[in-house]
């Protein structure tokens, strides 16, 4: 039988390890670990957690949702960052200002974390904001697909100054649906030369500076039957070959409601994996994880690309105090915008 590759991301329930949690982490089948504000109480706790994680496997991948806004999972005693969308409307009034500020949010992010010894945020966002989606909203950078790869770009400038490779969602794009993937299954009805002249525009104006991206729970009936995190079509054929995305795929979180349409967890993980995600993320449900990774077990699996390239550049982490202070002066310049 092959050796088990690492393709799964994991989770815990709280704010330190449990035998269980450390008998996972240990598991071949697991290479990543994501953390929820349950994870969270203080920096100190949370520097403790991530030595206790990498104590048990050191090369683990460590990610958060760290994007800002109400997006935000770790707050007391992190920077309370903005939503995108603040940034967004400030480009309208004042397009570089907006541009640099988005560099030095991203690199603040990002330097916060990679201190903490965590390697990504699944960030930016990338989906273009039409006003009908009711979870993407002011995540988004704003409505203009231009705009959003404009500020997106500088907002990985950012990251990658931290020593942070960025990881774009929600691939082709989720801000022309209404349903929340969370909850339930969108369907996006749009033809593909539609999605691509609007939602996909950053995605492809940014694929050689994205290493990861997260595609959506969301069928686009015109395109392929099947949501697009579980589609050949939309992540082998249009991903991979006509846009030339050569980074790492991530699934999004097979607990959601989008991806329940699948099966169980462990047809889920199947058609995510066979479909071409390289990792994929199975949070929330503990019974769901180890039904996972028994049949990984059974049924090892290969992922196109190793996620090892999106581990943070501890090196590049220092962001000077003029730096930063030029960072919170920018959050505090544009409140209006989201406070």
Same mark, same amino acid.
């Given at each position: 039988?092959?050796?088990?590759s690492?393709?799964? *991301?994991?989770?815990? %329930? ?8 450390? /008998? $996972?982490?240990?598991?071949?089948? !697991? =290479? ?11 920096p ?10 990498r ?19 770790f ?5 309370e960052?903005?939503? *995108?969308?603040?940034? %967004? ?8 200002? /907006? $541009?640099?500020?988005?560099?030095? !949010? =991203? ?29 993407i ?9 231009q ?11 950012? *990251?990658?100054?931290? %020593? ?30 539609d999605?691509?002249a ?94 996972v ?45 989201w406070?």
């Amino acid at each position: 039988m092959s050796a088990i590759s690492p393709v799964v *991301m994991m989770d815990v %329930g709280g704010t330190h390890l449990t035998e269980e949690d450390k /008998a $996972l982490l240990r598991h071949p089948a !697991v =290479g990543g670990l994501i953390l929820f504000t349950r994870n969270y109480e203080d920096p100190q706790q949370l520097r403790q957690l991530v030595q206790s994680i990498r104590a048990e496997r050191p090369e683990i991948l460590i990610a958060v949702d760290q994007e800002g806004g109400r997006v935000q999972r770790f707050r007391e005693g992190f920077v309370e960052l903005p939503p *995108m969308g603040a940034i %967004g409307k400030h480009f309208e009034k004042a397009p570089s200002q /907006a $541009l640099s500020g988005a560099t030095l !949010v =991203g690199q603040l992010m990002a330097a916060e974390l990679v201190d903490m010894g965590i390697d990504i945020s699944f960030a930016p966002v990338l989906d273009v904001d039409d006003g009908s989606s009711t979870i993407i909203g002011d995540r988004s950078f704003g409505k203009d697909p231009q705009v959003v790869a404009q500020l997106a770009e500088a907002f990985i400038d950012g *990251m990658q100054l931290a %020593g942070m490779a960025a990881t774009g969602k929600h691939f082709p794009g989720h801000g022309s649906v209404v349903a929340d993937s969370h909850l339930e299954l969108p369907v996006d009805p749009r033809p593909l030369a539609d999605i691509k002249a609007h939602d996909m525009v950053p995605f492809t104006a940014l694929v050689n500076q994205l290493q990861g991206i997260m595609p959506a729970h969301i069928v686009y009936p015109q395109v392929d039957s099947q949501p697009a995190g579980f589609s050949k079509t939309w992540l082998q054929t249009i991903l991979r070959q006509e846009v030339g995305f050569q980074g790492v795929i991530f699934s999004d979180d097979l607990g959601m409601a989008g991806a329940a349409q699948a099966g169980n967890f462990a047809q889920r993980a199947e058609a995510a994996l066979n479909a071409g995600c390289d990792m994929v993320l199975a949070c929330n449900e503990r019974a769901g994880q180890i039904e996972v990774i028994e049949w990984l077990e059974k049924h090892p699996i290969a992922p196109t690309q190793s996620v090892s390239v999106l581990r943070a550049r501890q090196q590049a982490v220092a962001m000077s105090q003029q730096r930063r202070f030029q960072a919170l002066s920018y959050l505090e310049n544009i409140r209006a915008y989201w406070s």
